[in-house]
């Protein structure tokens, strides 16, 4: 849940009603970046005032009083907040790492800079200064964290509130060539995270109104302003150390020693409307650990983000609504190159990688596998859009993956058609082109030959305040196959129709929202036997504690090994922040389940709690876990299972940490009611401790050490299995 607060908050951004331009002054004085609003420049600028409340309140009066400053300089936006606050001992502040300040108190502005309802810059701080920065793309309803500039801010506590003050360099923003003024769309924002969190801004917000950026105000200025066409260039090193193990307790750790490797990393404006990213020999790995997600008893592959810095950047140009392109199944590039651009109306990207490994999901009816092929291949992935109308767009994306005696090529056509504030159409058609190794598709039951498939998707959206429908219709043949993307089942057809009824309630009430919602889905395969049909009523409660609560029953007929199972349940899903830092949330489900490991219906109860605490300004706990219990009918064990993510981080400043995170995965079975022979206990442990100072988001220092053990029936006890060192350099330069 933590991103869908911003993304209610920032899509929603200003009532269409509000159509003020505001003027920007320019200045030649300096300012200094430092949370103190002193320098002679700031008495020049234009001055804002953020006093209306929108959530949880329906644009009341603010409850704090916030003013905001506006000037620029001819290469960069400055803006400065004066945030008061009547209790300056309860404000939520803590040193975090980039991007992970969401529960914070935060000031920030918003800017569409083509002014064109569609795309949007993000850019928010705390009272220490630690940065939030992000894309929002208003067309698909995506917010992203992925966007990392190169920008100032700085944060003092006071005894009256606080202050930021943000520098943002021209550079780092993409905006049209224009000769004389410009007009941005703008907004400034506020949240105030207390008993609730207020969102507090410029303007007011129509509830009614499904549409997000097309209703922000406007400032106008910056003239003489150029789009940047720098040069940035990012050499690293990389040194590893890695021993590993295929025979964990029978052959010992093996390694080749320390390895160093040299790479760069070159970003370059082409034209202002274009840039080029290129990476030779570049370091492509990320550093942080995943989030442990527990893998047992699963028909489907589990999804794990891109964290990649090279396939963040722009990476919402390449989005669709199937997800056709998805960055992690480029394993192990070796050279990378990427162009990105928008003109007007049209948005375009393209990106091509050599990638030494080929990884293969295989999408089916009932379930997903994998593989992977010991060979390079050439990844290329291209997308264009159009956009039209009120945040409409049209679009074609086609991508390729090329090796020694397999292919995949895809290609489609996309719409997002927003009729008018309220209704929206979406559509995507895509169709492939696929040919495996001869020893891929006889090991996997994959066709011999080239065989192609399709894939498409059709829906309708409806929103307003009280109100939400929408309606799907999804099929993909049993031929498709999307490896440059993540679409995990094949051969199958789904209608979806789903709906909600929200209750906002007013400043006395001790609820902020009721939701009551239900969906009814039906899947077929392609020759029309029932693969799946579902009815879910789900009601919901927003309140106080930043609390939010959500019970759910559901009736699932599913078909498995050819037999039709009748699954039940029931769920229970919350969370709330009793006190500043400190955050719980707890799942639990009763339901019926299929044992997919023996094709037959059993009783499955789960449990996952969450922790996260913010102990102090700069320590922070967080703990994650799943328990899961399965039985038979009868009530005789199938199997416990069990994952737990533990993450200790000590902050230093904002600009570095040091964090230790442990992970572990304990599965027990009972062999005697298994069919095929399985471990009675099985265990996997990781560890990672890593250290991180960044000045920027490409000047970077990273140093660290991880190891896994596992544990079976064969082995006495935990066993080390693969163990590395690593350290990366990494140094932003602009000649």
């Given at each position: 849940m933590r991103l869908s607060f911003l993304i209610c908050a920032t899509l929603v951004a200003s009532a269409t009603a509000w159509s003020d331009v505001v003027s920007l002054p320019k200045t030649t004085d300096k300012i200094r970046i430092d949370g103190v609003i002193d320098e002679a420049a700031w008495q020049s600028a234009t001055r804002l005032s953020l006093d209306v409340e929108t959530r949880p309140g329906?644009?009341?009066?603010?409850?704090?009083?916030?003013?905001?400053?506006?000037?620029?300089?001819?290469?960069?936006?400055?803006?400065?907040?004066?945030?008061?606050?009547?209790?300056?001992?309860?404000?939520?502040?803590?040193?975090?790492?980039r991007d992970s300040v969401f529960n914070n108190d935060l000031v920030g502005v918003v800017l569409d800079?083509?002014?064109?309802?569609?795309?949007?810059?993000?850019?928010?701080?705390n009272p220490l200064g630690v940065q939030l920065d992000l894309t929002n793309d208003d067309v698909r309803k995506n917010e992203d964290t992925a966007w990392d500039a190169i920008w100032d801010s700085a944060g003092k506590i006071t005894d009256q509130g606080y202050v930021v003050e943000m520098r943002?360099?021209?550079?780092?923003?993409?905006?049209?060539?224009?000769?004389?003024?410009?007009?941005?769309?703008?907004?400034?924002?506020?949240?105030?995270?207390?008993?609730?969190?207020?969102?507090?801004?410029?303007?007011?917000?129509?509830?009614?109104?499904?549409?997000?950026?097309?209703?922000?105000?406007?400032?106008?200025?910056f003239a003489g302003v150029r789009p940047s066409r720098n040069l940035q260039v990012v050499p690293t090193l990389t040194a590893t150390n890695n021993e590993i193990t295929d025979e964990p307790g029978v052959v010992p750790l093996d390694g080749s020693g320390t390895e160093a490797e040299v790479g760069v990393s070159i970003r370059w404006g082409i034209t202002p409307d274009t840039t080029a990213n290129f990476a030779i020999n570049p370091d492509f790995s990320q550093v942080e650990a995943d989030a442990a997600q527990l893998d047992v008893n699963n028909q489907f592959a589990l999804f794990f983000p891109e964290r990649r810095p090279f396939f963040l950047e722009n990476a919402d140009y390449f989005s669709t609504p199937l997800r056709a392109v998805f960055t992690r199944t480029i394993a192990d590039p070796s050279v990378g190159a990427k162009v990105t651009g928008k003109r007007g109306d049209h948005t375009y990207g393209l990106f091509a990688a050599e990638d030494d490994v080929t990884n293969l999901l295989f999408p089916g009816a009932q379930g997903s596998s994998s593989d992977v092929l010991e060979r390079s291949n050439q990844a290329l992935v291209g997308r264009y859009s159009r956009g039209f109308g009120d945040a409409s767009s049209v679009g074609v994306l086609w991508t390729s993956r090329d090796a020694s005696d397999y292919h995949n090529r895809v290609a489609g056509l996309d719409l997002n058609w927003r009729i008018t504030e309220q209704h929206e159409v979406l559509g995507q058609y895509l169709f492939s082109d696929t040919a495996y190794p001869t020893e891929i598709a006889v090991e996997n039951d994959q066709p011999l030959d080239s065989f192609t498939g399709h894939a498409a998707v059709a829906g309708y959206n409806y929103r307003s305040r009280d109100w939400s429908f929408y309606a799907r219709h999804r099929d993909f043949s049993s031929g498709f196959r999307a490896d440059s993307g993540f679409i995990t089942r094949a051969d199958a057809e789904t209608q979806i129709a789903g709906g909600?009824?929200?209750?906002?309630?007013?400043?006395?009430?001790?609820?902020n929202q009721l939701e009551v919602s239900g969906d009814w889905d039906i899947t077929h395969d392609e020759d029309g036997q029932l693969l799946e049909r579902e009815v879910e009523l789900e009601f919901g409660i927003s309140a106080t504690l930043q609390s939010e609560f959500e019970v759910e029953v559901f009736t699932r007929d599913r078909l498995f090994e050819d037999i039709l199972f009748e699954e039940k349940g029931f769920e229970l899903e919350g969370e709330f922040t009793p006190v500043s830092g400190f955050k719980a949330g707890l799942s639990l489900q009763w339901?019926?389940?299929?044992?997919?490991?023996?094709?037959?219906l059993g009783e499955q109860f789960r449990i996952d709690p969450s922790v996260t605490w913010n102990v102090n300004r700069h320590l922070l706990l967080s703990f994650d876990a799943s328990f899961v219990a399965l039985d038979t009918t009868g009530g005789e064990q199938i199997f416990d299972a069990a994952v737990y993510d533990f993450r200790a981080t000590w902050q230093f400043n904002r600009r570095s940490f040091l964090r230790l995170t442990t992970q572990m995965q304990d599965v027990e079975r009972n062999p005697d009611v298994y069919r095929d022979e399985v471990d009675r206990r099985s265990r996997d442990v990781g560890a990672q401790l890593l250290y991180s100072w960044t000045l920027n988001p490409q000047t970077v220092f990273f140093l660290g050490y991880s190891d896994s053990r596992v544990d079976d029936d064969d082995l006495e006890r935990l066993t080390t299995d693969d163990r590395t060192w690593f350290m990366k350099i990494g140094y932003a330069w602009e000649p």
């Open positions: 329906e644009n009341i009066p603010a409850r704090v009083q916030t003013t905001a400053l506006l000037i620029e300089d001819g290469n960069s936006l400055y803006v400065a907040f004066d945030a008061r606050d009547p209790d300056p001992a309860a404000i939520r502040a803590f040193f975090r790492d800079t083509y002014n064109d309802g569609r795309r949007s810059f993000e850019l928010f701080s943002i360099p021209f550079s780092q923003l993409s905006f049209p060539l224009t000769d004389g003024e410009q007009t941005w769309g703008f907004n400034l924002l506020r949240f105030y995270p207390r008993a609730d969190t207020l969102r507090l801004a410029r303007s007011p917000v129509d509830r009614e109104l499904g549409c997000g950026l097309c209703q922000i105000g406007e400032i106008r200025g909600a009824r929200r209750w906002i309630g007013d400043q006395d009430d001790w609820y339901s019926d389940q299929i044992d997919f490991a023996n094709a037959r």
